[in-house]
């Protein structure tokens, strides 16, 4: 992801999430977060379908932000993206992935139970738009099952 990318990252961040990150997020995280990758998937006109935001601190790959632009969902770009993190987490010797979710956001479950994603804990109250707990999943790494996949 490059600053240029922004416009259609943002467009696909305002429709997609009820509080989105603010451009101001996203320069942060690629010019100045030295623990942040941001990748970004093309579809082969060049238009971005996807794109995420991950940290690599202390072994663990920490998903902190991805999103698949509506007409794209359900072909495969989503589980795509999120086993190229996992496996270059695993390549920079993370052992864990970690990630937050909306226990009403069913399609995502599905996907990161499918990865091997598992409930490790409950944030009460987590988003500010409704109040909503997060369900705060997490895959190791080292595991055959997400090797696998």
Known sequence: ????DLPEVMAIEEHT??????????????????????????SEAGGIV????VWVVDRELRI???????????QGYGAGLMSHLMDRGRDRGCDWASLEVRPSNLP?????????????????GYYSDTREDALVMRADLRHPACAER
């Open 1 to 4: 992801m490059r600053p240029e």
């Open 50 to 53: 996807a794109y995420a935001n």
């Open 64 to 74: 902190n932000n991805i999103a698949v632009r509506e007409v794209s969902r359900r």
């Open 17 to 42: 999430f009820p509080v989105p990150w603010t451009r101001r997020n996203f320069l942060y995280e690629i010019r100045d977060n030295p623990f942040s990758s941001n990748l970004v998937v093309r």
């Open 108 to 124: 995502a479950l599905g996907l990161y139970e499918k990865l091997g994603f598992r409930v490790v804990a409950r944030r009460k």
